[in-house]
């Protein structure tokens, strides 16, 4: 039973580009959410997404945007790349409470 | 506001010891926590929760604590093993959030020595 899929592992990006990060959720599960974490600290909740919608969101600026799509797979867009973007980003799927989560995209901004 | 915080950023100890990691949580709504495990280049690994109507749960090795009257949560890990070596982050569900998003601690380093 594959887990939590992110791709890519690893991405380099130039200030003021975007990105667009992807994830596969557990066999089963129905809701994504992404959090960042930042080097040597916790991860910070991003938003939720369920039933294509965003549920629920973070204190993220409108920068960063997100989609689900019918299979219950989920996207992560960041406009406007900023130095301070860099950073681990997680997925984790959940039904219900019970989070599972992803390795990760590992996102460099330079 | 809500925060969920940890005493000790980094925790040594010797193979074979038990190992106790600490967190502090601050909204007093929160009934729902989660100790976390996460190794180098991996995500977060679950792996023991609890609800604020328990004061002690059980897994395998690992044994959970909430003091809620002092908003406190540790972690205990019994005959701790090289393969233990990681950052543990306790995070809170529930409260004013919801169960919809988790609020990670800081973290602390479990440094196993052989």
């Known amino acids: 039973d594959a887990g939590v899929t992110q791709s890519p592992t690893h991405l380099i990006k130039t200030r003021g580009q975007q990105v667009t990060l992807r994830c596969s959720p557990k066999s089963g599960h129905d809701t994504v959410s992404w959090y960042q974490q930042a080097l040597g600290q916790g991860p910070q909740f991003i938003f939720q997404?369920?039933?294509?919608?965003?549920?629920q969101r973070g204190n993220f600026p409108d920068r960063f945007s997100g989609h689900q799509f019918p299979n219950y797979s989920s996207e992560l867009n960041v406009n406007a790349l900023l130095l301070g973007d860099s950073a681990l980003y997680l997925c984790?799927?959940?039904?219900?409470?019970?989070?599972?989560f992803g390795s990760g995209t590992r996102l460099t901004v330079v | 506001g809500e925060s969920v915080g940890l005493h000790l950023p980094t925790l040594s100890v010797q193979e074979g010891d038990n190992s106790i990691i600490n967190c502090a949580y601050s909204?007093?709504?929160?009934?729902?926590f989660i100790w976390y495990k996460q190794e180098s280049g991996k995500g977060p690994q679950f792996i023991i929760d609890i609800r604020s109507n328990m004061d002690k749960r059980q897994g395998q090795r690992v044994t959970v604590l909430l003091n809620k009257t002092v908003k406190h949560l540790s972690l205990q890990i019994a005959a701790t093993q090289p393969g233990d070596s990681a950052v543990y982050f306790c995070a809170e569900g529930g409260g004013s959030g919801g169960y919809n998003k988790l609020i990670f601690g800081a973290g602390t380093r479990l440094a196993v020595h052989p």
């Open positions: 997404y369920y039933e294509e919608e965003e549920r």
């Open positions: 984790a799927s959940s039904l219900g409470t019970g989070f599972t």
């Open positions: 909204n007093s709504a929160s009934d729902y």
